[in-house]
């Protein structure tokens, strides 16, 4: 599956599949992308998740989050449901993302009563009052590194490569980011987005990698907001793999159903 389907996760979460034994020696930075970008081959996957936001104090907000994520017909689908607490039950995010990189968003508040698209300049944009912002769903999906970035190898430790990827796409609001990709499994362990050349502005690191029905997944994903002091930890309660997906989920009008 590509991007946008897992790191929720990766939205939000970050699904890679062992391929293989790959040969990590001596390997460009494009190649290490395509072994992240091509580990990834799961059709689809349904997910229960708790997300838990801290602010700078350390005071927490909890959430659950029903994932619905389908790669078919040259377009990758996903879409996410809040199901607690009362008042964003029934918020619903949607995302459909092009073979081409092209991408429409969607967000339904239920106190709004109405679905809105999400613009360019918007989705740099904080999700739904996490550290996410929109466009950061995406790269939980896995990330469409090859297209969106262009990529640089940092360093070679021998058990991972650290990679500098500068955005090729003025809606990505980040100066660069630099990715630590182990050669185990082709899962990024840390992704840090900076502001500037000097300052980290948030980190994602993925926790508890483990192999669910053959599949790497990271339990526990957590972005740090550096700059604000925040975070947000998404949790990963259930997880069904290949499973079989409706298309009218991926829909603005499904998204106005409560339940």
Do not use: C
């Not at 500098?164 to 980040?174: A, E, G």
């Not at 499994?185 to 840090?192: A, G, H, K, V, Y």
């Not at 508890?208 to 002091?229: C, F, I, L, P, S």
Request: hydrophobic share 35%; no cysteine.
């Amino acid at each position: 599956m590509r991007r946008s389907a897992f790191y929720i996760a990766g939205i939000i979460l970050g699904i890679v599949l062992i391929t293989g034994h790959i040969s990590a020696q001596d390997l460009t930075a494009e190649e290490v992308i395509d072994n992240v970008e091509n580990a990834i081959d799961a059709t689809s996957a349904e997910m229960q998740l708790s997300m838990d936001l801290y602010n700078a104090s350390g005071s927490k907000r909890s959430r659950g989050l029903k994932v619905y994520i389908k790669d078919a017909d040259g377009q990758t689908k996903s879409f996410i449901r809040f199901t607690a607490p009362a008042d964003i039950e029934g918020t619903a995010f949607l995302s459909l993302e092009q073979d081409n990189g092209d991408e429409e968003m969607y967000l339904y508040m239920p106190v709004l009563g109405s679905v809105r698209r999400i613009a360019g300049s918007q989705k740099s944009g904080s999700f739904v009052g996490t550290d996410f912002t929109y466009n950061d769903m995406t790269i939980l999906g896995g990330g469409n590194y090859g297209e969106d970035y262009e990529a640089s190898i940092i360093e070679y430790t021998g058990e991972a490569y650290v990679l500098r990827l500068n955005p090729l796409k003025d809606d990505i609001d980040y100066h660069h980011t630099v990715m630590r990709v182990p050669v185990s499994t082709w899962f990024p362990s840390e992704i840090e987005f900076y502001s500037s050349e000097e300052t980290v502005q948030k980190r994602l690191t993925n926790d508890q990698v483990e192999q669910v029905d053959g599949n790497w997944t990271a339990r526990t994903m957590t972005m740090e907001n550096v700059e604000k002091g925040s975070k947000t930890v998404l949790q990963l309660d259930e997880v069904q793999y290949n499973a079989e997906i409706r298309d009218r989920i991926f829909t603005t009008r499904y998204m106005e159903r409560q339940r």
